[in-house]
């Protein structure tokens, strides 16, 4: 057993969880140098990456886990996340694409790839993530309302109005705000007198 690298570890570990991040990526850090093939310490340092937005370098450490495991899922999703919160929408559609390959139920690689999709201006590709997300998480109404806002800029209008007539069952307050968005008053008549 290497004392070392486990002193270093159990240290990141008491750091992060009492919220003193820095102290905790510094041991995590040590951690690895002692070990290099520590995949917890290389969670740990993306994670706390991404916690201070420092998005290309939680990026870097995800790519390192997934030089060691490939097949992750939720790695490979983190590692979209943080690829799209960087501005690097092609590099987060590539990420969502193989978490979904890999683990097709997972809904919020969808939702995030659809964002991704829409930041490249892509809106029918959009359509279609945000589309398997509802399918997947059927009272999400933010998914609901960004999948109508897609199809809106995907000029696909018809398809709109089932999604605020669907909103109105569980979310009439977002339904209402996809009417606005899409500066549909059609769509407006559809709205009942909201109390609040």
Known sequence: MD???????????????????????AAYAEALRSNPADLQSLRHLASI??????????????????????LESDTWFNLGFVR?????????????????????????A?????????????HDAAASAFQEAVK???????????????LHHA?????????VIRLLDFEPK?????AQDTARADLMKLIPELPF
């Open 3 to 25: 004392y070392d690298h486990w002193r270093h570890y159990a240290r990141g570990w008491v750091f992060h969880f009492l919220g003193k991040n820095d102290t905790a990526y």
């Open 49 to 70: 990456a991404a916690e201070k937005q420092r998005w290309d370098v939680a990026a870097s450490w995800y790519e390192k886990v997934l030089g060691v495991r490939p």
């Open 84 to 108: 799209e919160r960087a501005g690097k929408a092609a590099e987060a559609v590539a990420a969502f694409n193989e978490a979904v390959r890999l683990n097709p139920k997972q809904d919020r």
């Open 110 to 122: 969808w939702y995030g790839m659809g964002f991704a999709h829409a930041r490249l201006g892509q």
């Open 136 to 150: 997947l998480q059927p009272m999400n109404g933010e998914a609901f309302y960004q999948l109508g806002m897609a």
């Open 155 to 163: 000029n696909r209008p018809d398809e709109v109005k089932p999604m």
């Open 174 to 178: 977002r339904a209402k705000k996809l």
